[in-house]
């Protein structure tokens, strides 16, 4: 039986997109079941409403800590049987308590080759410090920033002349190729960790 997955988003959603247009298209065989957000506003409620799938808006402002936030959260992941969870823009940091709920079961992207520029400005700050190949990066999520074992890599080149916008829209491209494809993996059960090495089985 395909697995099913929620998607953790904060903001636009453009890689929420990829997903839910490579579930559509059989590239991910698995069920995007749910799609939560920290932030009322996030467009990528907008997009999962638009393809028929369930939301899940939670306030952090509404608990005492960042636990009892994940707890609930936790809870709603139950109900809806959720087998792994894929982070695509949600600018929160896990605690350990929902990581280990989900052990190797969460997902990140981040627009950086890691583990160069982790943070919240990865595309600025690779652009501001001069690089000549930049990239992304797919990786399990452990309770390091940016730091779980990597799945799938992919370079993206900084040309002359670059501006921060057209790198940020190359990185974005290559994000919407590289994510799904990994998910796909997952979704098959493909994954397999060693010593934080991944290998893909066949
Ligand atoms: C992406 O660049 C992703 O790598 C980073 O946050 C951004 C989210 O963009 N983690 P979007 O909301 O998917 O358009």
Redesign the pocket.
């Known amino acids: 039986m395909n697995q099913r997955f929620a998607v953790f ?1 904060s ?6 997109q990829a997903l839910i247009d490579a579930v559509k298209s059989s590239q991910i065989r698995a069920e995007l079941a749910l799609v939560f957000s920290d932030q009322p506003q996030a467009y ?1 409620l907008e997009r999962a409403q638009k393809a028929g799938i369930a939301v899940l808006h939670l306030s952090p402002k509404n608990y005492p800590d960042r636990e009892s936030f994940e707890r609930d959260i936790v809870s709603h992941l139950r109900q809806s049987r959720i087998d792994f969870i894929v ?3 949600y600018m929160r940091l896990l605690t350990a308590y929902l990581i280990g709920e989900y052990p190797h079961k969460i997902l ?4 950086s080759l890691l583990p160069a520029f982790k943070g919240a400005h ?2 600025k700050d690779a652009w501001s410090y001069g690089v000549k190949v930049t990239g ?1 990066t797919v990786h399990f999520v452990d309770e390091q920033t940016d730091h779980g074992p990597i799945i799938a890599q992919a370079s993206v080149t900084v040309d002359p002349g670059e501006t921060f916008e057209s790198l940020e829209a190359k ?2 491209a290559v ?1 919407h190729n590289v994510y799904p494809r990994a998910v796909a993996l997952m979704a098959d059960n493909r994954l397999i960790i060693r010593d934080r090495k991944v290998e893909i089985s066949s």
């Open positions: 988003a903001g636009n959603g453009s890689n929420l990528a982070l695509a823009g990140n992207i981040h627009p990865g595309i992304v990185i974005h994000e």
